[in-house]
């Protein structure tokens, strides 16, 4: 039972475009969602978070968007950069329902290419 | 400020053999937890640690896993018996608080890699 799901294994996206990574959630007591962000071989690296109560949090180059009527949040990166080239994972936390509000539930992920 | 530190990155054993995986936290934090990455899956939450204390263990095996942190020194995550299925990437994460805020979040470790032949 998936409760986090990225449904695009991949994406590509030419150097300077807007690169748009999608996560679908089903759990309705999941109130605080994280992106990480993976190179091979290293551990992910947090990127972005985005409390329920907001439906939109910016970070330079990036921002992400709550829509939590549909259960989904997008990844925008502006413009993007072959750097970006990675494996983006969408994380989910029931941050105030008590006892389990640490754990992360991690999506599979999406590989992110930016092509020069 | 160095994070948070793994060793070893890569282990191979064999079936039968014990695995013992360590995790040093960020210096100031003292939860943490550890999560295992199967082949194309995403990260599965396995336990959550205190000093001394094990808060939450319900994404543990049944058998043959089990997890301690110290007083002093590092997290061990111990796997007995392992068999080729407990061949996955192992990460240890940590927080300076147990719950989440915009900048208390989770800060994971490289990974230890387990090849079990």
């Known amino acids: 039972d998936q409760q986090v799901k990225q449904n695009s294994p991949s994406l590509s996206v030419q150097e300077g475009r807007i690169s748009i990574l999608n996560c679908d959630y089903t759990n309705s007591m999941f109130d605080y969602f994280l992106w990480y962000k993976k190179y091979p071989a290293e551990g992910p690296t947090f990127l972005i978070s985005i409390s329920s109560i907001k439906d939109k949090n910016e970070d330079g180059r990036f921002t992400v968007f709550l829509n939590k009527s549909a259960k989904h949040l997008s990844l925008h990166i502006v413009p993007s950069q072959p750097g970006d080239s990675a494996v983006y994972f969408c994380?989910?936390?029931?941050?105030?329902?008590?006892?389990?509000?640490?754990?992360?539930?991690f999506g599979k992920g999406t590989k992110l290419s930016v092509i020069p | 400020n160095a994070g948070v530190m793994q060793n070893p990155r890569h282990l191979v054993r064999r079936r039968g053999q014990e695995a013992r995986l360590r995790c040093s936290p960020m210096?100031?934090?003292?939860?943490v937890y550890w999560y295992r990455q199967l082949p194309e899956e995403g990260l599965k939450f396995m336990v959550y640690l205190q000093k001394e204390n094990i808060i939450d263990e319900s994404g543990m095996p049944k058998e043959r896993f089990s997890a301690e942190f110290p007083k002093e020194g590092p997290s061990i995550l111990r796997i007995q018996q392992v068999v080729r299925g407990d061949s996955a990437a192992y990460f240890c994460?940590?927080?300076?608080?147990?719950?989440?805020?915009?900048?208390?979040?989770?800060?994971f470790g490289p990974g230890t890699r387990l090849t079990v032949l």
């Open positions: 994380a989910a936390s029931a941050r105030y329902s008590g006892a389990g509000s640490y754990q992360l539930t």
């Open positions: 994460a940590s927080s300076p608080t147990g719950t989440l805020q915009s900048t208390d979040t989770q800060y």
């Open positions: 210096k100031g934090h003292s939860h």
